[in-house]
């Protein structure tokens, strides 16, 4: 086990009970009938991630009250969410490595992968009627909206080149912080209901979410392949440009500004490329702009939630947030 996962077990030492239950409902909204679902399940499942947001949908519940069969519902439903984009964002990317194993899409091909996403999709909204709590199903509904709204609008930026800062952080929010910002809510959601503890928890886990998006941004930059267990320079590839890029396309001089446009539009850029772009970009201060907003971020996140009592699940919140900051992968 990699030594970031290992942090986040004893992070998370204090849920261990809940995360069990928690895992039992996720099995149990994602089991079928059909066996190449089962055996599609069983590989995702194997190559499962770090389960962050069910962890944070029980931790805030935790900071609050004792969570509830709705509370580990939840936790299930979002990571369902989470793993069906995550699909479909791998048949968009035509991504090959997903945690370092070959990614579904690879393995099974475009059609059953977007047929598996839609499937788990699927069960994320059968658990969803199963909550029957009417704040619960608004917030999850926009949240499905806002997911897709995202990837669409980094794809049109992608297209027309337009990406600014302003248009990446509102991108950001809606493709990754929000998921995040609502696995937090609904643990307040199902415990409390009180207008303090959904914003806490909300606003908590939105600056957590811009936090992560910009770590993984760095690690497309910055990582090897063999560190972050993803197709290396995919956002450069798929001429995305994400906060270290726009920063330094927005504060160089036009000849290096030239140079970089220029690399930029190489179609098919190798790993030399990759690494001249990196250059540039570290020269511009491009990987120091998104550090220093990492770190905002991740304050942000910490003040969220900083009137409530000392406990051990506030102290894994903050800790995730640092976990966050200083993950390798």
């Known amino acids: ?29 994602l089991s079928s ?3 190449l679902i089962n ?56 991504a090959t490595k997903r945690r370092g194993k070959p990614s579904i899409n690879r393995i099974w091909k475009n059609k059953i992968s977007v047929l598996m996403g839609d499937f788990i999709l699927s069960k994320a909204l059968i658990n ?9 199903l608004e917030k999850i509904s926009n949240t499905a909206e ?45 415990t409390s209901k009180l ?18 998006q910009i770590k993984d941004d760095l690690f497309d930059l910055m990582g090897s392949e063999s560190d ?15 906060l270290p890029l726009i920063f330094a396309l927005s504060n160089m001089g036009k000849s290096e500004k030239r140079k970089l446009n220029k690399l930029l539009s190489i179609k098919k850029k190798n790993n030399s490329v990759l690494t001249e772009i990196k250059n540039i970009v570290d ?11 990492l770190e905002e971020y991740s304050k942000k996140a910490i003040d969220s939630i900083s009137f409530y009592p000392e406990s051990d699940y506030k102290k894994s919140l903050i800790d995730i947030v640092s976990f966050n900051s200083n993950r390798v992968k």
Request: net charge negative.
């Open 195 to 212: 207008p303090k503890d959904r914003k806490a928890t909300h606003d908590y886990g939105e600056s957590l979410g811009m936090a992560f």
């Open 33 to 35: 009938d059909v066996t």
């Open 128 to 136: 969803m009627i199963g909550i029957r709590d009417f704040d619960a």
């Open 283 to 293: 020269e511009a201060g491009g990987f120091e702009y998104a550090r220093q907003k």
């Open 39 to 94: 055996t599609i399940s069983k590989y995702m499942v194997r190559n499962r991630g770090k389960n962050i947001r069910p962890i944070l949908t029980i931790l805030s519940a935790r900071l609050i009250d004792e969570p509830n069969q709705n509370t580990y519902r939840a936790a299930a439903m979002m990571e369902l969410l989470h793993v069906a984009t995550l699909i479909h964002d791998d048949v968009v990317d035509d």
């Open 1 to 29: 086990m990699h030594k970031d996962l290992l942090n986040l077990k004893n992070i998370t030492s204090s849920i261990a009970e809940d995360i069990k239950i928690f895992q039992i409902e996720f099995d149990r909204a």
């Open 146 to 190: 806002k997911l897709s709204a995202g990837e669409i609008l980094q794809l049109e930026k992608s297209i027309t080149g337009s990406m600014t800062e302003e248009v990446y952080f509102n991108m950001i929010s809606q493709k990754t912080a929000s998921l995040i910002a609502t696995s937090c809510e609904l643990g307040a959601i199902t």
């Open 228 to 242: 972050t267990g993803k197709n290396s320079g995919g956002d450069i590839k798929k001429n995305m440009k994400t």
